[in-house]
Each structure stands twice: as C-alpha cells, then as structure tokens.
C-alpha cells in the first residue's frame, strides 16, 4: 500500500522531489517504489519526459482508483485490528457491531 501512497503523492504534486519531500523520503528510493509499482502492474503510470512529469492513461485511472483501494486496506486492518482485541471465547459474527 505504500507504494500506492507514494504514486498519489507524486501524483498530486507532479514532481518527484517535491513528492519525496511530502512524504519524508529521499527522491531515489521514491523513484524506485514507482518503478517497482509500474512493473507490478506492467504499465507506465508516469510520463518523465521533458524535465515535467505527466500521469499516463494508465496514470490516471489509477490516480481514480487508489484512494478507494487505500480507505478500504485501512478499513480492513481496523475490522482485523478489533477482531484480534475480541474475546476469544465469543468471536465476532458477521452482523455483529464490529462490522
């Protein structure tokens, strides 16, 4: 997920200094996440032409897509987080408040 919050950060800022900054990284291993990123999904989210940095088709479905995609990983880990802090002798059900 993280590599998701660095591609909306880069995203947003169109500039992958500035993005590393927001982020409290350094540029290169920033650079590398995306990279890393664009490989997972076989495909160019970033056009770096020209000293400017433009999203790509592929960029901008995913700059639609992400923020979704992160609420609900965070969701999961707070539903799993509460279910780990359960009772054990009463697990929780799927109708139950914890969901």
Do not use: N
Request: overall charge positive.
């Amino acid at each position: 997920m993280r590599h998701l919050e660095c591609f909306l950060a880069v995203g947003e800022e169109r500039h992958f200094g500035r993005a590393a900054e927001r982020l409290g990284m350094e540029q290169p291993p920033l650079s590398q996440r995306i990279r890393r990123l664009e490989k997972e999904l076989d495909a160019e989210l970033f056009d770096r032409g020209g000293g400017q940095v433009a999203l790509t088709p592929a960029g901008h479905v995913l700059m639609r897509e992400a923020p979704e995609l992160l609420r609900r990983h965070q969701r999961m880990r707070s539903l799993v987080r509460r279910a780990a802090e359960a009772d054990p002798e009463r697990p929780p059900r799927p109708w139950t408040s914890i969901y």
